[in-house]
């Protein structure tokens, strides 16, 4: 029933700036806290940002600073303003939602963030 659909992701140079949507359907999305995690190739998802249905932010160290979470619960999206790319960030990157601390139950299909010169 939950679906959701991520997009804006791309090639991109380093230093360059990308803004990822996540737009969701077939739940209450504002009762529901919401992240984006990570995965480059050959290694294991990366907790990336969270935001909570009061609006609060958490980070990842490696990119504090640099991305911005946000949602707008009236369109039912969900975020990611990445600035200051680096070659480091690339990878495929999901919107999915937080079951609890640690452990998501839906995910989307993913969008590619690619950051080379």
């Known amino acids: 029933q939950v679906q959701l659909v991520e997009s804006g992701g791309g090639l991109v140079q380093p230093g360059g700036s990308l803004r990822l949507s996540c737009a969701a359907s077939?739940?209450?999305?504002?009762?529901?806290?919401m992240t984006w995690v990570r995965q480059a190739p050959g290694k294991g998802p990366e907790w990336v940002s969270t935001?909570?249905?009061?609006?609060?932010?958490w980070y990842a160290d490696s990119v504090k600073g640099r991305f911005t979470i946000s949602r707008d619960n009236a369109k039912n999206t969900l975020y990611l303003q990445m600035n200051s790319l680096k070659a480091e960030d690339t990878a495929l990157y999901y919107c999915?939602?937080?079951?609890?601390?640690?452990?998501?139950?839906?995910w989307g299909q993913g969008t590619q963030v690619t950051v080379s010169s």
């Open positions: 935001i909570d249905t009061g609006g609060r932010t």
């Open positions: 077939g739940s209450i999305f504002s009762i529901y806290a």
């Open positions: 999915a939602r937080r079951k609890e601390v640690g452990s998501y139950d839906y």
